[in-house]
């Protein structure tokens, strides 16, 4: 991955609006990657929006306030064509599930994040499988397996393309 290039000494610094939009907007964009056109007989492409937004909660807890599950949820429902509310409802407890992690480890290494966002991935796809069930779908739960590991093997470009994204913004 190319590195981004750094704000030259003409270009302002960015604005507090700028530096806010930089985690949203690269969230939202990453929850369109379901609209790939992928021909597939199980589901192989990664929560790629959830994994941004874990991503950056795990690199910068101050960024997302606690409540930022529920529209950032709602825009990867509405692109994912989940059942409305799975992701708000997963993302919102996975934002709850950190807070208290954060509150209870004083610090966290790479690899307790690389597994920590993988429980945390694994319990949203499992979430969206009953919002699924309860909608008269009959998804058996291994059909999941090869979506998680493949969003496990996603985690250190995920956290390395929003720590080099954190550094533009924070120039």
Same mark, same amino acid.
């Given at each position: 991955?190319?590195?981004?290039?750094?704000?030259?000494?003409?270009?302002?610094?960015?604005?507090?609006?700028?530096?806010?939009?930089?985690?949203?907007?690269?969230?939202?964009?990453?929850?369109?990657?379901?609209?790939? #056109?992928? /021909?597939?007989?199980?589901?192989?492409?990664? +929560? =790629? &929006? @959830?994994?941004?937004? %874990?991503?950056?909660?795990?690199?910068? #807890?101050? /960024?997302?306030?606690?409540?930022?599950?529920? +529209? =950032? &949820? @709602?825009?990867?429902? %509405?692109?994912?064509?989940?059942?409305?509310?799975?992701?708000?409802?997963?993302?919102?407890?996975?934002? =709850?599930? @950190?807070?208290?992690?954060?509150?209870?480890?004083?610090?966290?290494?790479?690899?307790?994040?690389?597994?920590?966002?993988?429980? =945390?991935?694994?319990?949203?796809?499992?979430?969206?499988?009953?919002?699924?069930?309860?909608?008269?779908?009959?998804?058996?739960?291994?059909?999941?397996?090869?979506?998680?590991?493949?969003?496990?093997?996603?985690?250190?470009?995920?956290?390395?393309?929003?720590?080099?994204?954190?550094?533009?913004?924070?120039?």
């Amino acid at each position: 991955m190319a590195p981004l290039r750094r704000r030259s000494s003409f270009t302002p610094p960015p604005t507090a609006l700028e530096r806010q939009l930089v985690p949203i907007v690269s969230t939202m964009l990453a929850a369109l990657f379901p609209i790939v #056109p992928l /021909v597939a007989e199980v589901p192989l492409l990664p +929560p =790629l &929006g @959830l994994l941004v937004f %874990l991503g950056w909660r795990l690199l910068r #807890p101050e /960024v997302w306030p606690l409540w930022m599950g529920l +529209p =950032l &949820g @709602l825009w990867d429902d %509405l692109a994912s064509g989940q059942p409305l509310g799975s992701a708000m409802f997963g993302w919102t407890l996975a934002m =709850l599930a @950190l807070d208290l992690l954060d509150q209870r480890l004083g610090f966290r290494t790479q690899l307790q994040d690389w597994g920590i966002a993988a429980l =945390l991935v694994a319990a949203n796809l499992l979430i969206a499988l009953a919002f699924v069930r309860v909608g008269g779908g009959a998804t058996p739960v291994f059909m999941l397996v090869p979506q998680l590991v493949i969003a496990a093997l996603a985690w250190p470009v995920v956290t390395r393309t929003c720590a080099a994204l954190d550094r533009w913004r924070r120039v």
